[in-house]
């Protein structure tokens, strides 16, 4: 089965500093998600990739893939306050649409 | 369009009880499927199922039922409530006509005492 391996854990960073969380998988990427959960609420949705190369941004936040390390990183620019929260990955298995989740990264925005 | 709705938000059993947490969508999705999220353990695939009728396991089934006699609808059962089973539980669903992403329910805490 598909292990997502997310890395750090969690980290700590002051407002306006930059941060990248990565993602690896122990097999073949076909699709890549990445969500964002506020404590004790639902899953957000950020990006989805899929082809290797691709490179997505919205606001301060792009996300990359690369294929043949089977990683994706997710780079936010000018960590804000509202950036905090846990960062999940998210992976199809081959010709699956079962999702595969890392165990989140938390991410804490000290003003 | 409401999304995935989930009931209740909430609830406490005692050890030994079963519940049935409701999940239903609005978007026509094939796909539904439960997770569950425990600390430190990210989301961990219980059930799903590929369209109505047909419903399969994923990572952790043991001690929870599902059936899916709609589209729309995709309740969970727990059988025999346990402390093991205290956790959030996250509905999802997701577009089978490509590759789309998954659409989150708001979550059910669950409290086994």
């Known amino acids: 089965s598909q292990e997502l391996e997310q890395s750090p854990q969690s980290l700590i960073v002051q407002e306006g500093k930059n941060l990248t969380i990565n993602c690896t998988s122990s097999?073949?990427?076909?699709?890549l998600y990445w969500y964002k959960q506020k404590y004790g609420e639902g899953l957000i949705f950020l990006m989805m990739?899929?082809?290797?190369?691709e490179e997505k941004s919205h606001e301060k936040i792009t996300a990359k893939l690369d294929e043949k390390k089977q990683q994706s990183s997710l780079h936010i620019t000018a960590s804000q306050p509202s950036h905090a929260g846990i960062y999940l990955c998210g992976a199809d298995g081959a010709g699956s649409y079962q999702l595969t989740f890392g165990k989140g990264t938390k991410l804490s925005v000290i003003p | 369009n409401a999304g995935v709705t989930q009931t209740p938000k909430f609830q406490v059993l005692k050890t030994g009880q079963s519940m049935t947490l409701q999940c239903a969508q609005d978007m026509n999705h094939e796909y539904m499927s439960w997770y569950r999220q425990d600390p430190g353990m990210g989301l961990r695939l219980i059930h799903y199922s590929v369209g109505a009728g047909i419903t399969d396991q994923g990572e952790v089934p043991n001690g929870y039922n599902v059936s899916r006699s709609t589209t729309e609808d995709f309740p969970l059962r727990l059988l025999s409530a346990a402390p093991s089973q205290t956790s959030v539980y996250f509905c999802?669903?997701?577009?089978?006509?490509?590759?789309?992403?998954?659409?989150f329910g708001p979550g059910t805490r669950l409290t086994v005492t």
């Open positions: 097999k073949t990427l076909y699709g």
């Open positions: 999802a669903s997701r577009d089978t006509t490509g590759w789309y992403e998954q659409y």
């Open positions: 990739l899929q082809k290797g190369g």
